[in-house]
């Protein structure tokens, strides 16, 4: 199995580059160069610019089950998944089957179809939590549509989030967010009115004292959100102790819970955070593997607070693409894939670990500290003396070490975030083969940059 998955590889890229052999991205640079000149920075989402690691982002020309194969014709072995929506890799036969077949159909239409009603129902059948769901089209809106549910519920207008958590970059949650934002240090963004952040309280990750003055400066707490596993500073999980008094907190305060699940949802665990830490939030949100690689967003709850969504309540959200059909046909597709193979997070786990011991020991071989960590299909590290658990830690941790590890494990073929402040994750069609060699790669990698 091994052989030949490293043996048939025509292109360049792990099989014929153990030597060290430099991997060439002359295509890619002229790629960038032509896009800066009319996409700002070149890129249509900041992370994917390379700033934090240096370099050249790499332009992709096709993925491959496991692979990315680039515009160079240079082949990796993905880490990053399109930031997590991949859950079963790259072209997926049945995922493209259903997105062909919906596609052929129509590609809108803007009125109900039956596959939006489809996926919901095995949403709702999944979770206890979830009575109703609504589809938008990304993480963003869904977590943006939340929050006004709950401040229409509530009637209050403040909220709590927490340092280092990412929800999407609408304007109230644009205050010291995570991932692209705390890596090019910039806490908040301009164009984003002090007036629109002022409901916006934040609050210390798995420090429940620092929710607690929330509370005390604020009786106008309408919703906590939290990321119940962070994955937007690093793979940070909250403590469930932490999380059960953070529930127990919103309850007494008659505020509600909403777990922002756009990354965790369905990589985590079958049920996310959620179905890990045993915590009922009031409400969820979705994105990434919910869409199968294709644009979709959503967030649920119980039936009272879902029903004061317009048109049968007051508070107003809407989408023209909301509930594509084709998007949704993805969605329900690797949804099916995912709820009939029943032992895949285990093995996705086992990937994880494996890949987390692996870089800790030879790391710790040559004297970098690393602090690893795994959820379900994803996982963390931190070039970090310390634990991590919250963001201030995160920001401790060794980016210039990181920006070497990236290059060099690039130029090995290996395609990880390229910043130290995300999550990796495993797909069904990385091998326990590719886990090892990647191990080898890194162990190489890190005697070069000790
Ligand atoms: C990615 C992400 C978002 C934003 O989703 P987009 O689809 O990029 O808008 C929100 N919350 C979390 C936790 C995320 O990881």
Not at 17 to 23: A, E, L
Not at 27 to 54: Q, Y
Not at 172 to 193: K, N, W, Y
Not at 410 to 428: D, H
Request: glycine share 10%.
């Amino acid at each position: 199995m091994c052989d030949t998955i490293f043996k048939t590889n025509k292109l360049r890229g792990i099989s014929d580059n153990p030597k060290g052999k430099i991997m060439y991205r002359q295509n890619s640079k002229e790629a960038f160069n032509k896009a800066k000149r009319v996409i700002p920075g070149g890129v249509d989402s900041p992370v994917r610019a390379f700033k934090s690691v240096g370099g050249t982002p790499v332009f992709i020309k096709k993925g491959e089950g496991a692979y990315l194969i680039d515009i160079d014709d240079n082949r990796y072995i993905d880490f990053v998944q399109s930031w997590g929506p991949l859950i079963f890799g790259h072209c997926d036969k049945d995922i493209q089957k259903a997105v062909v077949k919906a596609s052929k159909k129509g590609l809108s239409f803007g009125a109900p179809v039956k596959a939006e009603t489809k996926l919901a129902k095995e949403i709702c059948l999944l979770f206890d939590e979830i009575d109703k769901i609504r589809f938008v089209s990304s993480g963003t809106e869904a977590v943006m549509s939340a929050i006004r549910l709950a401040r229409g519920y509530t009637g209050r207008d403040d909220i709590v989030k927490f340092e280092g958590c990412y929800h999407g970059h609408s304007d109230s949650l644009l205050v010291q967010a995570g991932s692209g934002a705390a890596t090019f240090g910039t806490p908040s963004s301009p164009g984003v009115p002090a007036d629109f952040t002022k409901h916006t309280l934040l609050a210390k990750y798995n420090d429940i004292d620092s929710v607690k003055q929330c509370f005390i400066n604020s009786k106008d707490i309408a919703c906590v959100i939290i990321e119940p596993i962070a994955g937007n500073m690093g793979l940070v999980p909250a403590d469930v102790e932490f999380l059960q008094e953070l529930k127990d907190l919103c309850e007494e305060n008659g505020a509600l819970l909403i777990f922002d699940e756009v990354m965790s949802g369905f990589r985590a665990s079958l049920k996310g955070a959620t179905g890990l830490v045993k915590v009922k939030p009031d409400l969820i949100t979705f994105g990434k593997v919910i869409g199968g690689g294709m644009p979709v967003g959503a967030f649920g709850g119980f039936e009272e607070i879902m029903d004061q969504l317009s048109p049968d309540g007051p508070v107003y959200q809407a989408g023209t693409l909301s509930g594509n059909p084709v998007a949704m046909s993805a969605g329900l597709s690797a949804l099916k894939k995912i709820t009939s193979s029943f032992d895949m997070y285990e093995d996705l786990e086992e990937k994880a670990t494996l890949l987390m011991k692996g870089l800790e020991k030879e790391a710790k071989k040559v004297g970098i500290p690393l602090q690893v960590s795994v959820r379900g299909s994803m996982f963390g590290f931190f070039f970090n003396e310390n634990e991590v658990k919250n963001f201030d830690d995160a920001l401790q941790s060794d980016t210039k070490m990181f920006a070497k590890f990236h290059k060099g494990m690039l130029n090995e073929g290996f395609y990880f975030a390229c910043s130290q402040f995300e999550t990796g994750f495993i797909s069904t069609k990385i091998k326990t083969e590719h886990i090892q060699k990647c191990i080898e790669a890194a162990a190489k990698v890190f005697k070069d940059i000790e």
